[in-house]
């Protein structure tokens, strides 16, 4: 590990270097975690080290990354940026087939997720980052997947309760949920952490 100083208050910044290749380094740069060579200047590549606050005497990994700005200040930004719709269609034409239907009507969003700064884009382009408390709720196993949309059987589910400086990133729930309110129920009960939600994570088992 590498530390780098920083200044006045900023806390201490630290660059995880592998020891077996010693040019590769732990960098969120692409947008996912992965280790390689990067620039000084990556803030990507810089980490800090917190107690959490169940244990303070064991520490964890926190990113300096900054987010491109997005306003989240309006509490129904996340069904704005769908205008509203819904996953799946919706109204008079609901069971019909969508060949008929045409997806022209687009009375439903066409993916799953959907994606805050490219939203009719299923390929992730844009670069998030945050840090904060994972949380399992229940056996890890997802009880709610449309099997049209996970083929490959029940996804692994987990939760993240953002930090302070990441809690903008999850929009507010606008009716209750069992998952995602249970899930906040134990970071607030495991890490002493309040946060508005919290943000879900899939994994595809198989």
């Keep these: 590990m590498a530390p780098r100083a920083g200044a006045g208050t900023v806390p201490t910044l630290h660059r995880i270097k592998n020891l077996w290749k010693p040019d590769q380094y732990l960098n969120i740069e692409s947008g996912v975690l ?3 060579t990067i620039q000084l200047g990556w803030l ?4 800090t080290l917190s107690p959490p606050v169940a244990n303070p005497t064991r520490t964890i990994l926190e990113t300096t990354y900054r987010n491109p700005p997005f306003n989240t ?5 996340a069904r704005d940026l769908v205008h509203g719709k819904l996953l799946y269609p919706s109204g008079p034409t609901a069971n019909q087939i969508y060949q008929v239907e045409g997806w022209v009507s687009r009375n439903y969003t066409p993916n799953e997720w959907t994606q805050i700064f490219n939203p009719d884009e299923d390929y992730e382009v844009d670069a998030v980052g945050l840090s904060g408390r994972a949380v399992v709720n229940g056996n890890g196993l997802s009880t709610n997947d449309n099997v049209f949309l996970h083929p ?3 996804d ?3 939760y993240i309760a953002p930090d302070d400086r990441y809690q903008y990133l999850a929009a507010p729930l606008s009716n209750p949920d069992l998952d995602y309110d249970g899930a906040k129920e134990i970071a607030q009960r495991e890490f002493g ?3 508005n939600n919290m943000l879900g994570v899939e994994l595809i088992m198989n």
Excluded: L
């Design 156 to 158: 692994w589910e987990f």
């Design 34 to 36: 992965q280790a390689g």
């Design 44 to 47: 990507s590549a810089m980490w």
């Design 73 to 77: 200040s309006s509490p129904s930004w």
């Design 152 to 154: 490959f059987g029940t």
């Design 193 to 195: 952490m309040q946060v």
